[in-house]
């Protein structure tokens, strides 16, 4: 009885769907800074392939420089990787969810003033109320120059930030 190969080797399209997929990893590591590229320990034929693919200008380059990168990307076990970035993303999105949120907050406070400090107060408890309503007013002082309410607004973005978000968060 002959031997049955197509058991054991996967089909032409999912070696298709698997370098695709390694190429776009690397695609995504090209666009990582390189403090973030160190933090992923990659072979040192990979790290080279893709410093000189963020080097390289014309599209042409580029274009084989990621062909290239996919290729190395199929010889190597990219799990530890993907896990990292994924790592990475979800903490990025943790952090553009705080940042939003404490805009929300200045926000409000800055638009509807003791009424939105009071919410904020009954909240979160123990704020420095005196502090926010300093910044809340300067934030809305219509007669003020452009510059210092901007400057106040940054100021009472950055207080409820400390306040809001835990120091391990951020």
Known sequence: MPHDDTA??????????DAQDAQQLGERLIALQP?????LSLPET???????????P???????Q???IGKLMRSIDSTAIEATLAAR???????????KQVEAWRDRLVHEGVGGRRVLAS??????????????DRSRNVHAPEAERSRASRELFRSLRALLVAPSDR
């Open 8 to 17: 054991e080797k996967p089909s032409k399209s999912a070696r298709k769907r």
């Open 46 to 56: 990979l790290r080279d392939a893709i410093d000189l693919a963020q080097r390289i």
């Open 89 to 99: 993303h979800r903490i990025s999105l943790e952090l553009a969810r705080q940042h």
């Open 66 to 68: 990621r062909q290239y």
């Open 35 to 39: 403090e973030e590229l160190d933090a």
């Open 123 to 136: 909240e979160h408890p123990g704020l420095p109320e005196q502090e926010l309503a300093s910044l809340i």
């Open 58 to 64: 014309s599209h042409g380059g580029r274009a084989r």
